[in-house]
């Protein structure tokens, strides 16, 4: 209800928020005050936004004998201005770019023009030397920053980032980021020539994230069937790359996948999270015609969800006997 009464009482929450908001910025702005509360009071503020408030900001973040994280969070508190001012774009790219400053300050560089990029009028012209920027970053020794920067790439389908994944999965010399990273970022743009490396990765493989990564991928692939269809059958296989096997194949060959999926179902020694995909494969996949005939396999999926310790397979089995009871 829009009474007076709300009216004043929203006025006076906006007024407290502005008060806040000013407090905190005379504390930030007061170099007389210990670096960590003159963070503190950051917190309190929203935005920087008048000039006053950003040239101070500025000055702070480019002071190399600052604290890091003090820096850190005015630059980030500073973030909608850089997404308005192609000045602040270039002080923010010039910070990640240089290997000489804090990780903290490089981070919250990255955070704000990685967030300012959706404002495309102002950002597009910059966006050339913030794309090269970041392949400047992804040889950086910070891990972290490494590996969002090479996400980043990745994400924009660049060339270059893809070529570097494909040398450090080849050679592991080369690698910029584990192997399971590696074929997780190259599934971003991934190639028909990718489908003989991936396919090495799954028969010889550099780790086990890096397996499931890589079986992931196949599920484009026609000529992966016959591979992905050996891992769901291998039991002494890891429970991840069997269950993302399975939804590759399900993915790739539903009719076949379906027969299998009825044989994990009636397989007493399989394991619950794969016998839940299963179930759900047959829910929404399957031949409906012919389940409505095969009255055993109801039967055991009735089986299944009175007697699974899985919650997950008893929901995946009440689903399934759901949508039988709908067609009859």
């Known amino acids: 209800m829009n009474t007076p009464e709300d009216r004043r009482r929203y006025a006076e929450r906006i007024e407290r928020a502005a008060e806040e908001q000013r407090q905190g910025y005379r504390v930030f702005s007061d170099r007389s005050r210990p670096a960590e509360e003159r963070r503190t009071a950051l917190h309190r503020v929203a935005a920087l936004r008048g000039e006053d408030e ?26 909608i201005e850089v997404g308005k001012r192609q000045d602040l774009i270039d002080m923010a790219i010039g910070l990640l770019r240089n290997s000489t400053e804090p990780a903290v300050v490089r981070q919250a560089a990255l955070r704000v023009l990685q967030q300012s990029s959706f404002r495309a009028a102002t950002f597009n012209p910059k966006l050339p030397e913030y794309l090269d920027a970041l392949r400047t970053v992804i040889e950086d020794p910070d891990a972290s920053l490494r590996e969002q920067a090479l996400e980043i790439l990745a994400q924009r389908k660049d060339e270059y980032c893809q070529r570097r994944l494909l040398e450090g999965l080849k050679d592991p010399s080369q690698a910029l980021v584990s192997p399971g990273k590696a074929v997780q970022l190259l599934g971003y743009d991934v190639h028909a020539e990718h489908y003989p490396l991936l396919r090495d990765i799954v028969q010889n493989p550099p780790s086990p994230e890096a397996k499931e990564e890589a079986v992931r991928l196949l599920a484009s692939d026609p000529n992966s069937k016959e591979l992905l269809t050996r891992i769901v059958e291998n039991k002494e296989e890891y429970r991840r790359v069997r269950n993302a096997s399975a939804a590759a194949l399900q993915s790739l060959a539903p009719a076949e ?38 009255a055993e396999l109801t ?20 689903r399934f006997l759901r949508k039988q009871r709908r067609r009859r």
């Open 299 to 318: 039967g055991r999926v009735e089986q299944l969800r009175e007697e699974s310790p899985s919650k997950e397979v008893e929901r995946t089995a009440d």
């Open 257 to 294: 996948f379906e027969e299998q999926a009825k044989q994990i179902v009636y397989d007493p020694e399989e394991y619950d999270e794969l016998r839940a995909t299963a179930i759900n494969a047959l829910t929404l996949f399957a031949d409906q015609e012919a389940l409505d005939q095969d």
């Open 54 to 79: 950003v040239t101070e900001a500025v000055e702070v973040i480019l002071n190399r004998e600052g604290d890091p994280a003090l820096r850190a969070s005015a630059l980030r508190t500073l973030g």
